[in-house]
C-alpha cells in the first residue's frame, strides 16, 4: 500500500540549530512530493513541492528539502531555525495518475527553544 | 481575501445530529477535497470533486455525504453524529490539468467539529 513515513515525532531544537526531518515514501512509480506547515491554531501551509527537474528544492522561510529517488525520501532541511519555526511539519506525497490524493505522513511537531 | 474558506470554524454538538461544513474557494480551481485530521494529527483524505463530480471516495461511513453545487463550493454533511466524528476537517482546492494530474492544493483553515 502507498504510504509516507515521518520518522521523528517530536523534534525539539534551540535557535540557530540546523534542522533536517526525515520523510520517506513508499515506492510506487512517479510521485509528487510536498511539504505542509501547520502553525499553532492555523491551517496547513504550502512550504515547498517537488514535480520534477532539479532535485534540490528551495521553499518558503529558508526551507530546503532534497528528493533522493534511490532512498524514496525528500528530507525538510532548514540551515538555522527560529523561535518562529515551531510547528507541525507534513511530508505528503501524491503518486501518479492517483487522481489528485495527496497521502499524508503522520506529521513532525517541531519546537524551537529561544 | 481568503482563497479557501469554511464555515463554521468551530462546531460543538450531541451525538445522533445532524451537521453541515461550507467550503467555498475563490481561486477558480476545479477540484476540491475534504481531509479528516485526528486528535493525532493525522490527515486522512475523504473525497475528492472534480467539476462538481465525484472522483475520490474514500473508505468512509456513508453518514458522510459530500455535495458540490458548483466548481467553487463543496459541503460535507453529516448524519447521525458519532463521538469519533471528532477531528478537524480541512477543505482544500487545486486545479487540475492533464486529465487528474495534480497540482499544489491550498487548504482552508479548518472547521474543528466536537461530538459530545
Redesign the interface.
Known sequence: AQSVSQHNHHVILSEAASLELGCNYSYGGTVNLFWYVQYPGQHLQLLLKYFSGDPLVKGIKGFEAEFIKSKFSFNLRKPSVQWSDTAEYFCAVNYGGSQGNLIFGKGTKLSVKP | DTAVSQTPKYLVTQMGNDKSIKCEQNLGHD?M?W?KQDS??????MF?Y?NKEL??NETVPNRFSPKSPDKAHLNLHINSLELGDSAVY?C?S?Q?SLG???V???????TRLTVL
Do not use: C, V
Open positions: 477540484t477535497y481531509y493525532k494529527k493525522f490527515l486522512k483524505i475528492s472534480n472522483i475520490i480541512f482544500a487545486s487540475a487528474y494530474t495534480l499544489t492544493q491550498y487548504f482552508g483553515p479548518g
